[in-house]
């Protein structure tokens, strides 16, 4: 372990006098699993590829859970595998009740599940109710229906403006750049209506003022519950429903109000009728029990609103992202956490953490950027200035503990207990990411943190796929972040994120409490109390001392020395 355990001796601090601002769960939090876990997002194209053609599968994910037991998750989110075209890595379904042949069939995902449970690991699927692709044989069906027909109703089917219906119904543009609407060609060949799409123009959104949309997903819940698993992330949980009339929008296309437009809710973002939907949802859920999760993918500002979607009758958890988004500064980050677990508290759900996932650039990635990124929000390129690799792992190990050691819920991203960085030098030509196509390249997407993972440095493809052959390149030197060589290495990030999940557990630091160390509140180091365990991370440019403490982990070695923690790294210590 990167842990070298050992007495600091130095000004002593008494504990009891902490104030938590987060109390420790009741009996009642503590027997429910949803809020404390580890949850590892596995990205399946990426994960391991057993059949080697290249795309990662489900049998690659019932062969390597082993691993994911070692290293100590509780549960697994899988990323889509559903039938798709993959122009949006798998979030543009074709069939919501099925397994894409790449991915393997529906005995083997059976088997993922029934090995996960082996294991003692639950399993969460994707669901994506806000569009499906344009292959899904509804929206094949709306199309060959035409105007005014109940199959267009399932989708967001208007007509043009202007004379000739040649411009579209509104301003809304798509996610991914670009107009939201595409115009369609009618059965009899003229040039016809607009369905929408928030995001690529394969990817129609459906009609969420249609109860027929709302049996749908109904049935889709169940198929899913009746095969085992433990809940759904929902994808663009904010969207589903548009305000009527659909007006135009003059905020910016992520539903962020303007100074013009301050507060403003956007017409396609959080509007009040989705909780009614999540509220049905939860029914159905608890039907199965009451350990079936759902978890939402909601981009609503500030957390005050955010927590709306998360009271007893709707979600059990949502993404914090204003977490994943916080700089380097101990300061913002002291915020963030507070104000997140004072708004998540006030509705009692549990606060969830996260630091990388399959849409932003991986957390060693960004925090190895000094000053603001070039090109902010999607992936940095060759052209852009690189990331100070090392750096990036240094503060990424520190800030990942820092996240292990924080109550509630931990989202991992597949790799980053690697420490893995993105592929930001990965050639144009090989991009997927629609937002690259749709942007005339201006946004390079989300492509360099969607690599096939390295699992073994001696083999092919540094061990992903037998054939050698994968759907993304890999970066010059992968093979030295895999897995096998990380194992047996104690000061390997695999080594610090096992110990942690194993001290975390150990101390049901999840279900715990929070409490600010004061005496390093005016400085640049992050410093808080969780059970009997001070976490800290320094996040300035001088040392800082430890108090009288026994060091249980370090964030890697050297964080420590001559009784204080350098700068960029981070500690968990036990009090004396
Ligand atoms: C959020 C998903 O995480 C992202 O990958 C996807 O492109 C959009 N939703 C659209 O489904």
Redesign the pocket.
């Given at each position: 372990m990167s842990a070298l355990p050992s007495d600091i001796q130095s000004d002593p601090v008494a504990p009891a006098e902490l104030t938590a601002i987060h109390p420790a769960d009741t009996a009642e939090g503590v027997a429910q699993w949803w809020r404390s876990s580890v949850i590892y997002q596995v990205y399946p194209r990426s994960f391991r590829d057993f059949d080697g053609d290249g795309n990662g599968d489900l049998a690659g994910v019932a062969a390597e859970l082993d691993q994911l037991a070692e290293l100590g998750v509780d549960a697994v989110w899988l990323s889509p595998f559903y039938p798709s075209p993959q122009r949006?890595?798998g979030?543009d379904v074709s069939d919501y009740c099925d397994v894409d042949p790449i991915f393997g069939t529906l005995n083997t995902f059976d088997h993922v599940v029934e090995r996960a449970r082996e294991l003692g690991i639950r399993v969460i699927v994707d669901l994506?109710p806000?569009?499906c692709s344009e292959e899904h044989s509804l929206f094949r069906a709306a199309l060959a229906a035409g105007p005014g027909s109940p199959e267009r109703a399932l989708f967001v089917f208007r007509d043009g403006k202007g004379a000739d219906g040649a411009e579209p119904p509104n301003n809304w543009q798509s996610h991914f750049g670009g107009p939201a609407w595409t115009r369609v060609v009618e059965p009899d060949g003229t040039p016809g209506q607009w369905y929408l799409h928030l995001?690529d123009s394969s990817q129609p959104d459906f009609n969420w003022d249609n109860p027929a949309v709302h049996e749908e997903f109904e049935r889709i819940l169940r198929f899913w519950l009746d095969r085992g698993v433990a809940g759904f992330r929902v994808?663009?949980a904010h969207s589903l429903v548009k305000k009527d009339g659909l007006p135009d929008w003059h905020g910016r296309p992520d539903g962020v109000g303007t100074e013009d437009y301050p507060g403003h809710l956007a017409p396609m973002f959080g509007q009040p009728a989705l909780h009614d939907i999540y509220r049905r949802w939860r029914e159905v859920l608890a039907e199965y029990g009451e350990d079936r999760v759902l978890c939402a993918?909601a981009s609503i500002d500030p957390l005050d609103r955010l927590v709306n979607w998360v009271r007893p009758d709707q979600m059990h958890q949502t993404f914090n992202f204003a977490f994943l988004s916080c700089p380097w500064d101990a300061a913002k980050y002291r915020t963030v956490i507070e104000e997140s677990l004072r708004a998540f508290d006030s509705v009692g759900a549990p606060t969830t953490w996260v630091l990388s996932n399959?849409?932003v650039p991986r957390h060693a990635t960004r925090l190895g950027v000094e000053g603001v990124p070039a090109r902010p929000g999607d992936g940095l390129g060759p052209e852009d200035q690189q990331p100070n690799l090392q750096l990036g792992q240094v503060r990424a190990r520190a800030a990942s503990l820092m996240m292990l050691g924080l109550p509630g819920v931990v989202y991992l991203y597949q790799g980053e207990e690697l420490g893995l960085p993105d592929h930001t030098m990965m050639p144009h030509s090989f991009r997927q990411d629609p937002t690259y196509r749709r942007t005339a390249g201006a946004r390079l997407g989300r492509d360099g943190s969607r690599v096939p993972l390295p699992w073994n440095s001696a083999a092919a493809a540094a061990g992903f796929s037998r054939s050698g052959t994968t759907w993304l390149p890999q970066p010059a030197g992968w093979d030295e972040f895999a897995r096998d060589r990380q194992r047996h290495d104690a000061s390997s990030t695999l080594s610090l994120y096992t110990a942690a999940l194993e001290l975390r557990r150990k101390k049901d630091l999840g279900h715990g409490s929070l409490s600010w160390l004061s005496d390093y509140d005016d400085t640049a180091c992050l410093a808080f109390v969780n059970r009997d365990v001070l976490v800290m991370v320094n996040m300035g440019d001088t040392d800082v001392r430890l108090p009288r403490s026994e060091v249980l982990l370090t964030s890697a070695a050297g964080a420590v020395a001559d009784g204080c923690l350098r700068p960029g790294h981070g500690v968990w210590v036990r009090l004396m």
């Open positions: 949006d890595g979030y994506v806000n569009h995001f994808d663009v993918e399959h849409d």
